[in-house]
């Protein structure tokens, strides 16, 4: 006799029964072999027959209701709901059971139910139970069963793998700013931070001190900067347009997967005594405090700090929406972590009640209730931080989207880090954390995906070191204010990836979709799928795409014809593990599909996605001159021809000069970074000792012209 849900293993498609053996990570015997997922999937409890049955086809379903001789008639969620005994959602007055006797493989659900319990994972609540009381009429109750609560509350998603393992990824030394203090110079890399992580765990496991991100927390937006040209001539209606910086849109239960293995990897990054602190909104905050208390544990948990603010009410019929949640948790909760206790003005009544002196405890009592001599310092910082926005116009506004107010870093990282500290933030955007650790002397990591957020980093770093020469404040605390940047993999093809689809969309001439689906486009007859950008594509990027396949669309097709594969699927990406297509091929079995893979790099070498920028620099009479500069993708969004540029150095945000360039790493002696509706000077004196000049200018969309020419 088979149980219920053996007969819908029995269904189930093997793609189904391997894709659930992931997502529980069932121990299977041989992950190839049907018989053995079969095997996992049957025998394991967390797996209920609901779950399987939702994941099916409609066809499926209806095979197992002939399987379990019920009915199958009706669309799929009522067939669940008659599988499951589930009252249907309109009552039909029909009884919900009509075994079919007769047919040849039919296994009675009564049956099921009755004699095989050990086998039937199906929840007892779905059982009924005939009470005999009170006797002239027999009542009918459902009977509830719990399962014991087992560990702790865990999140699951769709796709979830745990991430236990990763690979050093070189980084390159592109720039260097600034002298070393103590040996150390503060880093930014250009590049995804889980492979900059991968990066630093070489040299930096157990050694940051502070960990604060901002990350992306699915708010479904893209994020733009407006890009405006510097002078006063190009100030028509095209002289500005929006450039996208990062897409937070995410597919599924993605986001969750790309949260939990970098917060995986940032555990390892922290040191004993380190603090995280994780920066969402209200909207993120639930899943994500369970993402973190499976990582860190629930015991780690520190505290929530809600950051209140003040913004122009919206028209929505709720409560205005005016906070943020910070989520801080330490490595190791009873560890020796740095706190300085910050305090804020206390209450007038206590000021009134008291004099404004300390209250202490009076050992006696066990309560506070001796005023002493000294004046109060305040109370304690509480946990809800009203700290303003970055005002429209402020100072302190870059444009980069999303920047937070240095006022609100400032006092996690004075909090948490003595100086000297190690502090690290990978979701660096306009480098607010890292230009407050400067100034706080810490030392500081960065990192970001978006070359523009490095662009706006490295500004600020380079004006902040300026003004902190200047200033000389506090002499007490040393300032870090060298730092180097770095690029880790090859990133000269995409500075922008949230535009790096779009232009691979032109370029390889891929028909965009209509409806939205797993699929980036069209192409000669297959379904295209743009892999990560920038990176190797992985055997683990394939998930969302096996996830996201329409496998009832799979079924018909393949009842129409065996032999012809359901899907012609061309992969693009920058580089591959070898095994790629084999995989996906492997994943979806007993499906047939057609792989086609594009590598980007080695097959299409030659497309052309960007325009290089052009420029012309000469020696004259001592003196390095910037004679012209176009930068030609700046151009093409300002709709201007090269002839119709006045003065290049509106379209310029720096000039960097390096006048002894060792062909590899740009160490600039020379940094113009203009302030705001400022211009660049265009002309420098060249000094004596002056070898191989190098001079790097990078225009409004942070893209780079760099060349080179010697002195004399
Ligand atoms: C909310 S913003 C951070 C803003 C920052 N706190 C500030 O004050 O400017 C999030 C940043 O994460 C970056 N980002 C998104 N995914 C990333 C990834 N995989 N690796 C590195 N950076 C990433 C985006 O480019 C964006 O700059």
């Not at 209920?48 to 209701?65: D, Y």
């Not at 032109?506 to 295209?528: H, N, P, S, W, Y």
């Not at 969004?637 to 002894?660: F, G, H, P, T, Y």
Request: charged share 30%; proline share 4%; hydrophobic share 35%.
């Amino acid at each position: 006799m088979r149980g219920f849900k053996r007969c819908i293993v029995d269904v189930a498609a093997t793609a189904l029964l391997r894709q659930v053996a992931d997502d529980l990570e069932l121990d299977v015997a041989d992950r190839r072999k049907r018989v053995d997922l079969e095997e996992a999937v049957a025998t394991a409890r967390r797996c209920k027959p609901e779950h399987l049955l939702a994941r099916m086809t409609e066809r499926e379903v209806k095979q197992v209701c002939e399987a379990v001789g019920i009915d199958p008639k009706g669309r799929k969620n009522g067939l669940i709901n008659r599988l499951l005994d589930k009252p249907p959602s309109k009552d039909t007055g029909q009884s919900r059971r009509t075994p079919k006797a007769s047919h040849p493989q039919a296994v009675s659900y009564q049956s099921v139910l009755g004699t095989v319990p050990a086998m039937n994972d199906k929840p007892a609540s779905q059982s009924t139970l005939v009470l005999s009381e009170p006797a002239a009429e027999s009542t009918t109750v459902e009977r509830y069963e719990f399962e014991p609560i087992k560990g702790y509350p865990m999140l699951n998603w769709l796709g979830k793998r745990p991430y236990t393992s990763t690979q050093y990824y070189p980084a390159q030394l592109k720039e260097v700013h600034g002298e070393e203090l103590d040996g150390w110079r503060n880093k930014i890399f250009w590049g995804d931070n889980l492979q900059v992580m991968s990066h630093l765990l070489k040299k930096f496991r157990g050694k940051f001190d502070l960990i604060y991100i901002d990350p992306p927390f699915d708010s479904k937006a893209v994020y733009t900067k407006k890009i405006k040209s510097n002078g006063q001539k190009h100030n028509s209606d095209s002289s500005s347009f929006e450039e996208k910086q990062y897409s937070d849109m995410w597919m599924n239960d993605a986001f969750l997967q790309f949260i939990y293995e970098r917060i995986s990897i940032m555990r390892e990054l922290l040191s004993d005594t380190g603090t995280l602190t994780l920066h969402c909104d209200p909207h993120k905050v639930h899943h994500l405090r369970c993402v973190m208390d499976e990582v860190f544990g629930e015991s780690n948990f520190l505290n929530e700090i809600i950051w209140s603010y003040r913004r122009w009410p919206s028209n929505s019929k709720n409560f205005q929406e005016m906070h943020d949640n910070l989520l801080w948790y330490a490595k190791n909760r009873n560890s020796d972590r740095v706190f300085n206790k910050e305090y804020e003005e206390a209450s007038e009544s206590y000021m009134k009640r008291f004099g404004g002196k300390t209250q202490i405890l009076d050992e006696e009592s066990g309560t506070r209730k001796i005023t002493s001599d000294l004046d109060t310092k305040g109370m304690p910082r509480r946990d809800v931080w009203d700290i303003s926005i970055i005002a429209g116009v402020g100072s302190e506004r870059t444009g980069y989207p999303t920047q937070k107010p240095e006022k609100l870093i400032d006092r996690i990282i004075r909090s948490c880090t003595n100086p000297g500290e190690l502090v690290l933030d990978c979701f660096m955007g306009s480098g607010t954390t890292q230009v407050v650790s400067m100034k706080l002397g810490r030392r500081f990591i960065g990192a970001d995906i978006n070359l523009g957020a490095i662009q706006t980093t490295t500004k600020r770093l380079v004006k902040t070191a300026a003004d902190l020469s200047k200033k000389k404040l506090d002499t007490t605390v040393n300032c870090y204010t060298g730092f180097e940047v770095y690029n880790v993999n090859h990133y000269d093809i995409f500075r922008n990836p949230a535009q790096a689809k779009d232009l691979l969309i032109e370029a390889l001439e891929i028909q965009k979709l209509e409806m939205a689906t797993v699929f980036d486009g069209e192409k000669d007859g297959r379904m295209v799928k743009i892999m990560p950008v920038n990176r190797i594509a992985t055997r683990a990027d394939l998930n969302e795409l096996i996830a996201g396949f329409d496998y009832k669309a799979w079924d018909r097709r393949r009842n129409e014809s065996l032999t012809r594969p359901v899907e012609k699927i061309l992969l693009v990406c920058m580089g591959h593990e070898p095994d790629l297509k084999a995989q996906l091929q492997k994943a979806v079995e007993p499906y047939r599909i057609d792989v086609q893979v594009v590598d980007i790099l080695r097959d299409k070498a030659n497309l052309e996605f960007r325009r290089d920028s052009e420029a012309k620099v000469t020696v004259k009479k001592g003196e390095l001159v910037i004679e012209r500069f176009y930068p030609m993708n700046l151009l093409q969004k300002l709709s201007l021809q090269k002839e119709a540029v006045e003065d290049w150095r509106e379209l310029v945000e720096s000039v960097l000069i390096d006048w002894n360039y060792d062909g590899a790493v740009l160490q600039p002696a020379v940094v113009d970074v203009p302030d705001k509706n400022e211009l660049v000077q265009g002309r420098y004196p060249v000094p004596v000792d002056a070898g191989t000049i190098r001079v790097k200018i990078t225009d409004l969309l942070s893209e780079s012209w760099e060349g080179g020419l010697g002195n004399g």
